[in-house]
């Protein structure tokens, strides 16, 4: 029997959780002396009232769906990959070096190969503490955190030295071919009003299509099956003949190449260039996104959206209210974070004893037995 | 002088979870400085009667009196302060702590330890003279032994002064002589004065050790009758409805050819040589039991044959034809192809996913069998009509797919493993502890089952703690002791008495008869 209905566990409980967040935010706002009403109003004008807020909206939230989906991946084997920024990284490179390196006749087949390379490459840098984990039991944790500081150092170094554009001052790499740009939002769907420069391009159909093949490979697959059973529990994994070693790998090498994929959207469709720290805290974004999903595809693009709108909305509120400094609007994040992610328990707890007791009540009010 | 008040009356109980009611207006009492025991099957209402009387619950209706007067136990505080202790199934200590660290936890009298620990050092010690309840009280925790852990948690409770001690299937994690040692213990107490209720499934510790017994069956209390004036059979049918078969009802063997052979198998496992040589076979159509008490390389006998855990050293041949022991060319999944079922001994931790509904582990190490797949994507719809027809054949309730196994009973979750691994009919069945903490019903139809495996000429390796389970199933017992065969004995030929010898390592029973 379970304690809640579903619909409270999946829906109630995260909206709780961000109203009470956004509660707290207003606090904050009010303490500094700005009306916490006209703020939101701002958030919500910015992120969803024109085609320019949502063009930024959705383009946020594309990368946090596959950041999101690599954390979601991993969850699934119990595993905590908090490397999704540094794979992500280095998914750029990969996109760069293949979209510099070769003379794409068009964007179809550009597309195809950045998708392969970012995915190869971030896989490839999930790999190292995969293995680590696997063979030698170096918690994973630990691993993919440091595998961020090391992918941020050589991005930094490969730009600087390697990719740099001569004569430039900026630790760029050189525009991709005009061949590679992938269609933004004003060219297949303009007639929503989306504007040219609005971000939101091409990589947000790759997203949802991620996940519709995450869904397939976790709950429909022989491997989503065994990476689920491994993550309930190991030794009944290893009593039904799956190898945790493999499963390790495997499930690590699918979320690192989901985080790479993320490169897609920034640094193909967007930037249309390889640039420094690209990644803007998008893999730690992915952590909250799938705990609040909990870990299903749908919740991981419903929080996307959310956390795309807290991203857009908040970047208008600097602009709208300058009292409200950049570091304010990340308070207001972080609390989002807080509330939604570490804080579930908080709001689980008393909502599954109010479901406890609405069931005793109506129980009671069946039995015909008068109560003492 | 009149006669004094029970220590313990219950007065209309009643509680219920959701649609279930969980506890019927139970009445009970028992009289100061006995020992009542309390039967019924898995889900008969036994724990959750505990519950309320322990403050975990409270119930719906109904009144508890402690020594006459009337007790609200609201919480387990209150139940404490009225004298009540509980020895739960899974001891609540905590293992890297002393024993005197953990008899104090919770029931420290200030902010510095050092005297609470000299103040319970001291009552420990006599509490253990006046108990025979002798435990050290600095050793570690993880280091004592299951039996003395126990202790452990009965010295906690008589720390807090409990004067009503409830130990829940106690004796399901001790060897025969550590239950033995257990019941001296409640027998001392009992001439203390302590009252004691003994909640089980094993009627034998019933008939040994309680005065009075009360039978539970769905949520009531349908019998209380004094031990000396029934007997195990009666209380089985009181349990289960029914006349129920105690002993095990089989054909003699008619062993065939030579199935598995086991040759001087070793494993090292943490370090520590946990098989030094083991050698047997079993042909076709018999079983070969494995007593010994747990821990003496009995569980890493079914991993290293079950393709969970590599050997060092040995070989095995199934049909004789060589089975790959080192785990680079072989795991759980080849070793079913190769005609292998393996009920584990730990059903939750090895057995089944516990949060997977039913149907996801009826597929559970069979999950590449073509029949369960369409291409790229499992079928679905096939395993769960497969799990379907299995719980209607294996007698699974409630037969729903679509539930997790961890809603399931004990006995029926044990039957959801046994319907995966016997219903394909494996040349040979490894199984451990196939009974443990199922009810008597179900008890029952897993016997039949592994017997009807064997006369269609299975071989069977059946592995228990438990000696009338072994004694009532093989037809060949072998004792295992610290990694190695102990001897053979025949079931006709052999004893508790001498069976246990041999568990504990002592070999001049017989002089010959070895394997």
Redesign the interface.
């Known amino acids: ?1 379970d304690k809640m209905p579903k619909w409270a566990d999946i829906i109630l409980i995260p909206l709780i959780s961000v109203v009470l967040a956004l509660v707290v935010s207003g606090l904050v706002v009010a303490l500094i002396g700005e009306s916490p009403w006209r703020a939101m109003q701002v958030m919500v004008q910015g992120a969803f009232g024109s085609a320019y807020g949502w063009g930024y909206t959705l383009y946020y939230a594309t990368n946090f769906i596959f950041t999101g989906l690599a954390v979601a991946v991993a969850f699934h084997a119990r595993l905590f990959n908090i490397g999704g920024e540094g794979q992500a990284a280095i998914g750029g490179l990969g996109v760069a070096i293949i979209l510099l390196g070769v003379a794409w006749p068009h964007w179809t087949i550009a597309l195809l190969a950045a998708i392969l390379f970012s995915a190869a490459f971030g896989a490839a840098w999930a790999a190292v503490p995969a293995y680590l984990q696997a063979k030698r039991g170096s918690h994973i944790v630990i691993t993919t955190i440091m595998f961020n500081y090391i992918a941020s150092a050589l991005l930094v170094y490969l730009l600087v030295n390697v990719f740099r554009v001569e004569g430039s001052m900026a630790p760029e790499s050189a525009r991709f071919a005009e061949a590679t740009n992938l269609p933004t939002a004003s060219d297949f769907a303009g007639f929503l009003g989306f504007g040219t420069s609005a971000p939101l391009n091409f990589a947000f159909f790759i997203a949802l299509l991620a996940c519709v093949g995450v869904w ?1 490979l976790i709950w ?3 491997l989503g ?2 990476i ?2 491994f993550g ?2 190991q ?2 994994a ?6 945790p070693t493999k499963i390790i790998m495997i499930t690590m090498l699918i979320s690192g190449g989901l985080a790479g994929m993320m490169a897609i959207n920034v640094v193909m469709g967007e930037a249309e260039r390889l640039v420094l720290d690209f990644v803007e805290g998008a893999g730690f974004v992915g952590i909250a996104v799938a705990l609040m999903g909990r870990s299903h595809p749908v919740g991981v693009v419903l929080a996307a959206l959310l956390f795309g709108a807290l991203y857009q909305g908040g970047a208008e509120l600097q602009f709208e209210m300058p009292a409200i400094s950049r570091e304010m609007v990340v308070v207001i994040q972080a609390l989002v974070i807080l509330f939604t992610g570490a804080l579930d328990n908080m709001v689980r707890m008393p909502m599954e004893s109010l479901f406890l007791s609405l ?1 005793r009540r109506r ?1 009671a009010g069946q039995s015909q037995t008068p ?2 | 002088m009149t006669t004094p008040a029970p220590a313990i009356e219950l007065k209309g109980i009643s509680k219920a979870f959701g649609p279930v009611q969980a506890n019927k207006d139970i009445s009970m009492s028992v009289a100061r400085g006995t020992i009542h025991g309390i039967v019924g099957e898995n889900g008969a209402g036994k724990s959750t009667l505990m519950s309320i009387l322990y403050g975990f619950y409270k119930a719906d209706r109904g009144e508890i009196f402690i020594n006459g007067k009337p007790t609200p136990i609201p919480d387990s505080q209150a139940a404490i302060r009225a004298g009540i202790g509980m020895v739960h199934q899974h001891f609540k200590l905590v293992e890297n702590f002393t024993v005197v660290e953990n008899v104090i936890l919770g029931a420290e009298d200030g902010a510095l330890l050092t005297p609470s620990i000299a103040k319970a050092r001291k009552l420990l010690t006599e509490l253990s003279e006046e108990y025979g309840l002798k435990v050290d009280p600095d050793a570690i925790i993880e280091d004592l032994s299951v039996g003395h852990q126990q202790r452990v948690e009965i010295l906690k409770q008589l720390y807090r002064h409990a004067d009503i001690l409830i130990l829940d299937e106690p004796t399901g994690v001790l060897t025969p002589s550590e239950a033995d040692q257990l019941f001296r213990i409640l027998e001392r107490l009992k001439e203390e004065g302590k009252t004691i209720i003994l909640i089980t499934h094993k009627l034998r510790e019933i008939m040994e050790i309680t005065d009075t017994v009360s039978v539970m069956r769905r949520g009531e209390m349908t019998n209380t009758v004094r031990t000396a004036d029934t007997s195990p059979a009666e209380l089985a049918e009181m349990m289960v409805g029914r006349k129920v078969l105690l002993r095990v009802e089989k054909a003699p063997a008619q062993p065939g050819d030579v199935v598995l052979k086991v040759d001087n198998l070793r494993v090292v496992r943490g370090g520590v040589e946990r098989l030094k040589g083991v050698s047997f076979e079993i042909r076709a159509g018999e079983i070969l039991g494995i007593a010994g008490v747990a821990g003496n390389g009995q569980t890493e006998l079914l991993e290293v044959l079950g393709g969970m855990i590599p050997a060092q050293g040995g070989s095995v041949t199934l049909h004789n034809e060589a089975i790959d022991l080192t785990g680079k060319h072989s795991d759980g999944q080849t070793r079913r192809a190769r005609g292998i079922g393996h009920v584990p001994e730990d059903r939750q931790d090895e057995g089944l996913i516990m949060a997977f509904e039913a149907w996801e582990n009826v597929a559970f190490g069979y999950h590449k069998d073509p029949k369960f797949n369409s291409g790229m994507l499992m079928n679905h719809a096939a395993i769960k009509a497969d799990c379907a027809d299995k719980m209607a054949r294996y007698d699974v309730r409630p037969p729903n797919p679509r539930l997790p196994a961890r809603n399931f009973s004990g006995g029926n979750q044990q039957k959801i493993v046994v319907a995966r691994e016997m219903d394909r009919a494996p040349d040979l069945l490894l199984v451990g502890q196939p009974t443990r903490g199922v009810d008597i019903g179900a008890i029952e139809f897993i016997h039949s089952q592994i017997i009807a495996l064997r006369d269609q000429g299975k071989a069977i390796l059946l592995v228990s703690v438990e000696l009338d389970e072994i004694m009532g199933l093989s037809d060949r017992i072998a004792v295992m002791f610290d990694g190695k065969l102990m001897g053979e004995r025949l079931p006709s030929e052999t004893n508790e008495n001498e069976l246990g010898l041999l568990m504990a390592g002592v070999t001049d029973t017989r002089t010959e008869g070895a394997a």
Not at chain 1, 238 to 243: K, L
């Open positions: 029997m397939l429909k697959t022989r099956y065994e689920r059973a309930q529990s030794t009944a290893v009593y039904a003949g799956i190898n069931r129980e109560a003492e």
